[in-house]
């Protein structure tokens, strides 16, 4: 006896396939993107500066002299780690809101 499997839609799934290959090299050009790019913020009422690239890693750091009080070291301290992780926080959520742009929102492992 013969099973005859109905055309389960092949043009769909190379709709899908040639979709999901256009999600791929859309995601890469972002990727590129977003390591290329420089996120700023400041802490201390702008006494503390600093950049991170996309891959978030420090780029700069900037400390206004009024922030350097020799007595208090350890607020300076302070600054410098909010505002470093600050930048660090923008860079992750604008790539998670730039891939989730082309994802759909697909939660998709190492992206």
Do not use: C, W
């Amino acid at each position: 006896m013969k099973v005859r499997i109905p055309n389960s839609g092949g043009g769909n799934m190379n709709q899908m396939l040639k979709q999901a290959q256009k999600m791929q090299e859309d995601m890469a050009v972002l990727q590129e993107d977003l390591e290329a790019r420089e996120y700023s913020a400041t802490s201390g009422g702008g006494m503390v500066s600093v950049t991170v690239d996309g891959k978030h890693l420090l780029k700069s750091i900037k400390i206004n002299p009024d922030a350097v009080d020799t007595d208090d070291i350890e607020m300076l301290e302070d600054f410098i780690t909010i505002a470093v992780n600050e930048a660090v926080n923008n860079a992750i959520k604008t790539a998670e809101e730039e891939m989730g742009a082309i994802t759909g929102g697909l939660n998709i492992p190492g992206m």
